[in-house]
């Protein structure tokens, strides 16, 4: 069973709309992360959070706003949207601290098309 | 900044011969991890390899790996491909000394093709 789960797999929007990319971890991990793929790009950190505080943004538009209602969760909300937001959007978790647990696991991706 | 560089995009290498997918960066971190990651086609990037050791092999699946600072690489090798291989594999590093270590900083990506 996957132990990050990333809602919906695939989705499609129209330029100008607003989406939300769902997260949950059931790994019992204190940090989530969202990472974007772009076509020819290598992956992208964008944010990372601890304890439902945003520790790290290294997304430049504020059209991107990471949201958590619980511990386990971490949804994007994507307003604006542009052809160029087209991407496989990952989420990650891991529990900083733990030295054998010092590495990120994935969820499978929620891959946008902005038309 | 801070970067990775994996100079293939495709490496195609016959089942049972050896392959070597390369890796090198540039940080200004004084501690620093590396990892391997392989995403498998449809599946979520997992990792395959981690070192923060300078000079110490590394080896998890027949596939093996060590950190050379003096030549800041950190090389992904297995002396006999399998056509179960075949999948994209990300080299990256991380900063070790601060909370954020989980900021990875990834390369491009190396997809590997293992052909009979």
């Known amino acids: 069973d996957p132990k990050i789960i990333q809602k919906p797999k695939y989705l499609v929007a129209v330029t100008g709309s607003e989406k939300i990319l769902i997260c949950e971890q059931y790994?019992?991990?204190?940090?989530m992360y969202w990472y974007r793929q772009s076509a020819k790009k290598p992956l992208e950190f964008m944010f990372s959070?601890?304890?439902?505080?945003?520790?790290d943004n290294q997304t430049a538009s504020s059209r991107f706003q990471p949201q958590s209602s619980k511990k386990n969760h971490l949804d994007l909300q994507i307003t604006a949207l542009k052809p160029d937001d087209s991407a496989t959007y990952f989420c990650?978790?891991?529990?900083?601290?733990?030295?054998?647990?010092?590495?990120?696991?994935f969820g499978h991706g929620t891959k946008l098309s902005v038309l | 900044g801070d970067s990775v560089t994996q100079t293939e995009g495709l490496v195609t290498v016959t089942e049972g011969l050896p392959v070597k997918l390369n890796c090198t960066y540039q940080?200004?971190?004084?501690?620093?991890?590396f990892f391997w990651y392989v995403q498998y086609l449809n599946e979520a990037p997992q990792v395959l390899l981690k070192?923060?050791?300078?000079?110490k092999r590394t080896e998890h699946q027949g596939f093996h790996a060590t950190l050379h600072k003096s030549s800041s690489s950190f090389h992904l090798q297995k002396s006999s491909a399998q056509l179960s291989d075949s999948a994209l594999y990300y080299c990256?590093?991380?900063?070790?000394?601060?909370?954020?270590?989980?900021?990875?900083?990834f390369g491009q990506g190396t997809s590997l093709s293992v052909v009979p």
């Open positions: 990650a978790s891991s529990q900083p601290g733990q030295p054998s647990n010092e590495r990120l696991f």
């Open positions: 790994l019992g991990h204190n940090a």
């Open positions: 959070y601890s304890y439902q505080k945003l520790m």
């Open positions: 940080t200004t971190y004084l501690t620093i991890a």
């Open positions: 070192s923060s050791t300078d000079n």
């Open positions: 990256a590093l991380s900063d070790i000394a601060s909370s954020s270590f989980s900021k990875l900083v």
